[in-house]
């Protein structure tokens, strides 16, 4: 059994920041990939950043330069920075992870829950 938990959504004011988290945990052999996704209201679920386990990172056009992720590997945790969020930045977060459970067996895609991120005056 694998889990991603995410945590850090909430409430912000544009312009504000806020660091999401996603641990991984379960039985895990190695993880590759891991990113973040959203998903706004009546719109199609997109990737946002990912990183792989050597720390090579690739983002969305319309967060480049706002938002930075960046992994631990040694704690299965991937985090995303996100600055100077605008109305637009508003969605459910959703950590995903590509994952070896045991040595030899195929990497499987893993998603969290989601978290909310509302960016509001």
């Known amino acids: 059994q694998v889990q991603l938990v995410e945590s850090g959504g909430g409430l912000v004011q544009p312009g504000g920041s806020l660091r999401l988290s996603c641990a991984a945990s379960?039985?895990?052999?190695?993880?590759?990939?891991m990113g973040w996704y959203r998903q706004a209201p009546g719109k199609q679920r997109e990737l946002v950043a990912a990183?792989?386990?050597?720390?090579?990172?690739n983002y969305a056009d319309s967060v480049k330069g706002q938002f930075t992720i960046s992994r631990d590997n040694a704690n299965n945790t991937v985090y995303l920075q996100m600055n100077s969020l605008k109305p637009e930045d508003a969605a459910v977060y959703y950590c995903?992870?590509?994952?070896?459970?045991?040595?030899?067996?195929?990497?499987?895609?893993?998603w969290g829950q989601g978290t909310q991120v509302t960016v509001s005056s």
């Open positions: 379960g039985t895990i052999f190695s993880i590759y990939t």
């Open positions: 995903n992870a590509l994952i070896i459970r045991t040595f030899g067996a195929p990497r499987y895609s893993y």
């Open positions: 990183i792989t386990s050597g720390g090579s990172t």
